[in-house]
Antibody, heavy 120, light 110 residues
């Protein structure tokens, strides 16, 4: 059974960097079959794709966040991570890590979600 | 990239059918058959209900179906049940190798 679990601080100060890690069990992130990514949902708003990474390290980012986002992976730990810098209150959201199929055709496994609040 | 356009809300009575539309552009919905639909209950992780426009993952009720015409995809739920009340999101792969979601539709079962 594939499981994903987000971890990281629940509170980040404005202008600092939001960092989250997703631990994957039941499947190797080194597989050729899937991509791994981050999706967020601000309070009262819809889902927003942040970006995705392939096991080769190739990354794909939402153009609106590209300048502030870095997604990386650690195959040995079977984890991947999100860094979002220069955060503001508008970055407050539930962040989901997820597994995506080729062409992001489906997001078939999701983490439970981690609420990150940006506030001083 | 702009979010795909969905109605903010739809409603229907138990047993009825409803359809949620998802309008994109020539760079996403119209160009690729990589449209998927997600059911989202508050506080839970979203669940994929339809992928590749009209395919249902194993375990998803056949009351859920998807289709596409031009730059508009649609999700139809037949035989509406109280448990179908949730938020629904569409998504599409884009020509920029990105993923874009719709703004979401709140389904109310009357």
């Amino acid at each position: 059974q594939v499981q994903l679990q987000e971890s990281g601080p629940g509170l980040v100060k404005p202008s600092e960097t939001l960092s989250l890690t997703c631990s994957v069990s039941g499947y190797s992130i080194s597989s050729d079959d899937y991509y791994w990514g981050w999706i967020r949902q601000p309070p009262g708003k819809g889902l927003e794709w942040i970006g995705s990474i392939f096991h080769s390290g190739k990354t794909f980012y939402n153009p609106s966040l590209r300048s502030r986002v870095t997604i990386s992976l650690d195959a040995f730990k079977n984890q991947f991570s999100l860094n979002l810098n220069s955060v503001t209150a508008t970055d407050t959201a539930v962040f989901y890590c997820a597994r995506l199929g080729p062409y992001f055709r489906q997001v078939d496994y999701w983490g439970q979600g981690a609420l990150v609040t940006v506030s001083s | 990239q702009s979010a795909l356009t969905q109605p903010a809300s739809v409603s229907g009575s138990p047993g009825q059918s409803i359809t949620i539309s998802c309008t994109g552009t020539s760079s996403d919905v119209a160009r690729y058959n990589y449209v998927s639909w997600y059911q989202h209950y508050p506080g839970k992780a979203p669940k994929v209900m339809i992928y590749d426009v009209s395919n249902r993952p194993s375990g998803v009720s056949n009351r859920f179906s998807g289709s596409k015409s031009g730059n508009t995809a649609s999700l139809t739920i037949s035989g509406l049940q109280a448990e179908d009340e949730a938020d629904y999101y569409c998504s599409s792969y884009t020509s920029s190798s990105t993923l874009v979601f719709g703004g979401g539709t709140k389904l109310t079962v009357l």
